[in-house]
């Protein structure tokens, strides 16, 4: 039989069109002999996806239940992060995949042809159709009542939506007057766009389509405002809190919420298969139980979940090891995909215009990042196991240079002490803080969203060495919304958070965060917001380098090469990176993740990454399976 | 009496108008809404946000409007037994407490039981053998159970159960019989699991109630009728059951104000850290969330219950003893 399965896949090898049959998991067969389901290869779609195994992992058997402990009702919807079926998907290189689609086509980075698969389903058994196109297009996107302020913003050039046409069942295709290359990124997000609803299922709550007394009572029975309360409650394919609604991923939910015990089964229409033929995914229910997020590491230890990272923290690492052996788990470490775990951000719309003046010179900004200690840092609070560094981007990105890790990010207090100095900094008190220009002593004033007790960790040992160039720094914690319109008003001097949030970047992803375009950008939020307001409310960019900035990333925007892209993001990277716009400590802190002994195919070494990655994501839990034991 | 009691049910009306106001008031303080917690929080873990569905859902919720006009509408809402719609959970408020509630009266009935089965003989027994060893004793391990932060008792018994028993780590069954049908083996789990919660919460209460009862006690005790009862020859145990002890029990009917709404809330911190399906987490997290019209809805059922409890109490009181006298109806 083995022999027979190798052979089917040589032969699949040598000619990619002849797929080995497809096996069904014993979990269906009882739906299948009573006639509810169909056999799998009708199931499938004409030409499923072949899932491609890394080379540390082998194909697998179909069966058991993965658990996994969330901290609240709404974070399963992190199981559409995790399956990460979309219709297109990085692979583990970060590059784009079609998945649910068949194929995809760009010319000239404006016009995207989509093709689907043929005889693929919907998780109810209905086909998927370019019509799923359309209704999300026209009487979703564009539906007064349902948008009422339009398509997503991604799906706007310069304003203009763009022409979507369905030139038949399986083509989508979607036309710019101008390139538009957020488009693909935003389909294959960890959080993705969903351009596509099951229309068959919606259209039952769609005033255009449902019978006027049925909706309204449908309406009255659950509660809801209007229709289009109602439509958009039910139709949010993310968050998986509606049982009925037709999906496409590995799993779909059967438990209604609220519970505290959520169980998701295998899609019996799932699009992909492995060489062998096995539908995936491979384990039939993933279970989710729900308990307080400070009781996980608590939890995990005493191995009530099979594979686990949320919630855990680089600190619970030494209890998690004591009783791996008792309970049958290992914890692995991953790299955390941020561009950095504490940076400061010296918030230049600062109201105070003494500070203002000062934090806008670059010589004060780089002065600050070379009299911190990274070593000690990385040292005492995290074991020397992260890597000291500027925030940019993380050296598993194809846009990383080595140089603009430690570009300003060294340890060197004679030359911070310096460059204060040719400030006119000169004036020290009588307890050696030197003065401001207006006379007062120079305390900086550090905000943080009180949160963690590791940002207060590092901004103690920070105080430390600043005190040695004549700088004095306070900690000021506060809660998190108080701390973000702080900032946002410039009330505050200077705030904490953690680095960029996508660290490992292909030139093919928006350089948004390296530039002034948003107001969460802790560095210069009055400018984010006149860049987001279209320049109603906040404040112009006056730096020549952020204008400049701006103007790359514009540049980007309308690129339609990956070499100039690529350009464009060396540049800017190098732009942030000289003018240390905000101060990095260390990157690529380790996040534990416990894997059962009997789960096989996870990573040994991954990186632990919102977007790209959606954390276990990219490396297709639907391949992951449980080995025979218990 | 019947005055009394129509009058005391008249003056609970704008006790709970104020109540609801001032909760609402508290609810909206903080700065932000629950939409702004919610994209902080969702950014915090690194997650983007639709801001076109944010501010569909602002318009949708209402959250636009001034907060009086919010106020008023669920003060509405609320006469028609309509609570109102959790954002974090997406459902009308009366779907989401669902079955929490009769797992929270559980633990809490519970655990009064076992508050009372300990403190009750042992405060007999303070009091009656007053200063001997036995009630500085039982005395002290009572105020060790004061003192004892719960939560942190709680963790460390959690721990220790797991180690050594195997339980499961929170919650108040074993996973699998989570949203099951109630059979043999989920009541049976439900025991393993209950027990911690119940000793944790337990304690605190239990120090506190032999104290009372030895004080209540001691000062009967004293009365000349227990030397007459005693100069005529009543036994020890009879004098004690029959005079001194049904006396000293006042504190214990007016406790049944407070016992209501502690019976729906739970104990709150403990809940928490152990995890367990009640009320108690919920209504935290709702808070932290600004999710305003569950926290809302919670805050005044426990209102009405803690009002209810202590009309209860006044009107047991008034019945099991005599001394006391209605005076909240006479016009004095």
């Known amino acids: 039989m083995r022999n027979i399965a190798i052979g089917i896949v040589l032969a699949a090898g040598l000619a990619p069109s002849v797929a080995p049959a497809a096996v069904d998991s014993p979990f269906l067969a009882s739906r299948v002999q009573s006639g509810e389901l169909q056999p799998v290869d009708e199931r499938l779609p004409d030409n499923p996806s072949v899932a491609e195994l890394r080379p540390d992992s082998e194909p697998g058997r179909h069966g058991g239940d993965l658990r996994m402990l969330m901290g609240k009702t709404k974070d399963i919807r992190l199981l559409t992060v995790y399956g990460y079926a979309r219709l297109v998907g990085y692979n583990t290189r970060f590059e784009l995949v079609p998945d649910i689609l068949e194929s995809y086509e760009v010319r000239e980075g404006r016009e995207f042809t989509l093709t689907l698969r043929p005889g693929h389903k919907w998780s109810d058994g209905q086909p998927l159709t370019s019509e799923d196109f359309r209704y999300y297009w026209d009487d979703v996107a564009n539906d007064e009542d349902l948008a009422p302020f339009g398509p997503p913003r991604v799906l706007m050039v310069e304003e203009k939506p763009p022409i979507v046409e369905f030139p038949d069942e399986r083509t989508i295709r979607y036309t710019w007057h101008k390139p538009n290359p957020n488009f693909l990124s935003a389909l294959a997000g960890a959080g993705p766009l969903f351009i596509y609803r099951p229309a068959h299922y919606l259209k039952q709550f769609h005033e255009r389509y449902a019978d006027p007394e049925e909706l309204k009572q449908r309406v009255r029975k659950a509660g809801s405002r209007n229709w289009a309360g109602l439509h958009n409650r039910l139709d949010n394919q993310y968050t998986l809190d509606n049982p009925d609604l037709p999906i496409l991923q590995p799993w779909h939910p059967v438990t209604p919420p609220p519970s505290d015990r959520f169980i998701f089964e295998r899609n019996p229409y799932f699009h992909r298969v492995d060489q062998n033929g096995l539908q995936l995914p491979y384990i039939d229910r993933v279970i989710v139980n729900i308990a307080d997020k400070d009781l996980v590491p608590a939890k995990t230890g005493a191995g009530d979940t099979d594979l686990q990272a949320r919630y855990l923290r680089f600190d619970n690492y030494t209890f998690l090891k004591e009783s791996e052996k008792r309970n049958d788990y290992t914890v692995r470490l991953w790299k955390r995909g941020t561009g950095n775990q504490v940076a400061m951000y010296p918030n230049l719309n600062v109201n105070d215009p003494v500070w203002r003046e000062l934090v806008r010179d670059v010589r004060f900004r780089r002065a600050l990042s070379l009299a911190i200690d990274r070593t000690e840092i990385n040292q005492i609070i995290y074991f020397g196991l992260a890597e000291e560094s500027n925030n940019t981007v993380r050296p598993e990105s194809p846009v990383f240079k080595p140089e603009l890790q430690v570009k300003w990010a060294s340890f060197d207090p004679k030359r911070a002490n310096d460059l204060l100095d040719q400030m006119g900094l000169t004036n020290r008190n009588s307890q050696g803080i030197r003065v401001l220009p207006d006379g007062r002593s120079m305390e900086i004033i550090v905000d943080t969203a009180g949160e963690s007790t590791e940002e207060t960790d590092v901004l103690e040992l920070i105080r430390e060495s600043w005190a040695d160039v004549g700088i004095k720094l306070f900690t000021k914690p506060s809660q998190r919304e108080i701390f973000r319109n702080r900032v946002f008003a410039g009330d505050s001097l200077m705030s904490v958070w953690s680095g960029l949030d996508n660290g490992i970047p292909t030139a093919d992803m928006a350089p948004t965060e390296l530039a002034p375009t948003s107001q969460v950008h802790l560095q210069w939020p009055k400018w984010g917001q006149y860049y987001e307001t279209n320049g109603e409310v906040g404040e112009p960019p006056d730096l020549p380098e952020a204008i400049e900035l701006l103007r790359l990333m514009e540049a980007w925007n309308s690129s339609a090469e990956s070499d100039e892209r690529a350009r464009i993001w060396g540049e800017m990277l190098a732009i942030h990176a000289d003018q240390v716009y905000t101060i990095g400590t260390v990157s690529g802190v380790l996040q534990p993740v416990e894997v059962s002994n009997r789960l096989r195919n996870v990573p040994v070494e991954g990186i632990y990454n919102w977007d790209p990655g959606a954390f276990f994501g990219i490396y297709r839990p639907d391949t992951f399976w449980l080995a025979e034991g218990e | ?332």
């Open chain 2, 1 to 332: 009496m019947l005055r009394y009691v129509v009058h005391r049910t008249m003056m609970m009306v704008p006790t709970l108008v104020a109540i609801s106001i001032l909760v609402f008031v508290i609810i909206q303080l903080p700065p932000g809404d629950y939409l702004e917690s919610h994209i902080a929080e969702l950014q915090s873990q690194g997650e983007s946000v639709d801001e076109q569905k944010i501010a569909f859902l602002r318009q949708h919720y209402g959250l636009d409007k001034p907060v009086w006009q919010q106020y008023l509408v669920w003060l509405w809402g609320m006469l028609h037994g309509d609570f109102g719609y959790s954002f974090e959970y997406n459902m009308p408020v009366n779907d989401v407490v669902g079955d929490r509630l009769f797992l929270t009266i559980f633990v809490s009935t519970v655990t009064v039981l076992f508050t009372w089965a300990v403190a009750f003989p042992i405060g007999i027994y303070s009091a009656t053998h007053q200063y001997s060893w036995g009630d500085y004793g039982l005395t002290f391990i009572g105020f060790i159970g004061v003192a004892t932060p719960n939560f942190l008792l709680a963790l460390v018994m959690l721990y220790l159960a797991n180690v050594y028993f195997g339980t499961s780590i929170g919650g108040l069954m074993d996973a699998e019989y989570i949203d099951q049908p109630w059979s043999l083996g989920k009541f049976m789990s439900v025991l393993e699991h209950l027990w911690i919660p119940v000793i944790v919460i337990g304690t605190s209460g239990t120090a506190g109630m032999i104290r009372r009862l030895r004080a209540n006690l001691l000062d009967e005790l004293q009365k000349q009728y227990v030397t007459t009862g005693r100069a005529k020859g009543l036994p020890e145990g009879r004098l004690l059951r029959k005079y001194p002890l049904r006396m000293a029990l006042n504190f214990f009917i007016s406790d049944i104000g407070s016992l209501l709404p502690t019976v729906i809330s739970g104990a709150e911190m403990v809940a928490v850290v152990m995890s367990l399906p009640t009320t108690g987490p919920m209504l935290l997290s709702a808070l932290q969330s600004q999710d305003m019209y569950l926290a809302g809805s919670f805050l005044m059922f426990l209102a009405c219950l803690t009002v209810i409890g202590v009309l209860i109490s006044d009107l047991a009181l008034a019945v099991l003893d005599p001394r006391i006298r209605l005076q909240g109806g006479e016009s004095t």
